[in-house]
């Protein structure tokens, strides 16, 4: 099984490469691919140093899986050349996540989604993963009619660069004398800005959500009302994620549901300050739950806090996991 990493030198490719390595996914060969910039570096892997490799030279070398993160541009230009060899790609950038003819997967949602045939498969933006891994459970039992979220997103969802301006700002740099991520300083501040505005007002980031979980839950009529924010915390993304159902909900069931949800770990104990925390959730695969409670404005409303660490579930782990099903489903 030879696997490539394409952009295995960015904050996501590290993670992927970490990931495959913990899940002990079946690498016989590692191929990390990156930009010019970063080719002739080394990756250790499992023990063993592997050479970062350019786009061409890892296409000569016929990969069976391709775990791309390296942005939108790359993606679109290479993913079907990789495609094209009989490697399938799974994409971690927005580029084929609305195409109808590339399936887009949460593999504890929706895993039927992938065929015998696709070559390329889409991995959801961060935000909306971990959304739509308390939301979906709930969602088949009692039919979501609507969704208002509010998400506080750490600056590793931006990649090193913002990293670097949070840390040079808490380091007593002054924003503009170096080179930044933001519009502004993102240390003691908040950015109701992530990704670029589009002409309804909503940004990039926001309109992800509402079309990802569209096609994800196979259900349009859901109505969703995000506003994504840039908070400084290293790692890990946060939500407040307001549901209104179709059908009444016991708050006792609820619980149970997000329980038995794979993937989904339960913390909510107001009595003992229970609930869940980017700083705890940094480094798990899991997404964390929380502050469950009833809507007192709506008829069948539910709040609930949620958080992940987006560049794992959020990212590569979710990348691996749509891997391991193709391994298992069509291993030839």
Known sequence: MKVAVVGATGLVGTRML???????????????????KSVGRSIVFNGVEYPVVGYEQALERRPQIALFSAGGD???ELAPKFAAIGCRVIDNSSCWRMDPSVPLVIPEINPDAVGA???????????????????????????????????????????YKALAQMEAERGGGVWGEYQAAYPYPIDENILPHIDSFLENGYTKEEMKMVNETHKILSDSTIRVSPTTVRVPV???HSESVNLEFEREFDLDEVRKILEAMPG?????????????????????????????????SV??????WCVADNL????????VQI???LVRNFPN
């Not at 909306?128 to 979220?149: E, F, S, W």
């Not at 770990?265 to 469950?292: C, H």
């Not at 794992?312 to 990348?319: E, I, P, Q, S, V």
Request: proline share 7%.
């Open 312 to 319: 794992r579930k959020g990212a590569a782990t979710n990348a």
């Open 234 to 236: 290293k790692g890990g």
């Open 264 to 296: 989904v770990v339960v913390q909510d104990d107001p009595s003992t300050n229970t609930y869940p925390m980017p700083l705890y959730a940094w480094g798990k695969d899991e997404v964390f739950v929380g502050r469950i409670r009833r809507d007192p």
């Open 74 to 76: 790359a993606s679109r």
């Open 18 to 36: 970490e990931v495959l390595a913990e899940r002990n996914f079946p690498v016989t060969e590692l191929i990390p691919v990156a930009s010019a």
């Open 323 to 325: 891997a391991e099903i």
């Open 299 to 304: 008829a069948n409303g539910l709040n609930l």
């Open 117 to 159: 045939d696709d070559m390329i498969i889409a991995n959801p933006n961060c935000s909306t993963i971990q959304m739509l891994m308390v939301v979906a459970p709930l969602h088949r039992r009692y039919g979501v009619k609507r969704i208002v979220v509010s998400t506080y997103q750490s600056v590793t969802g931006t990649g």
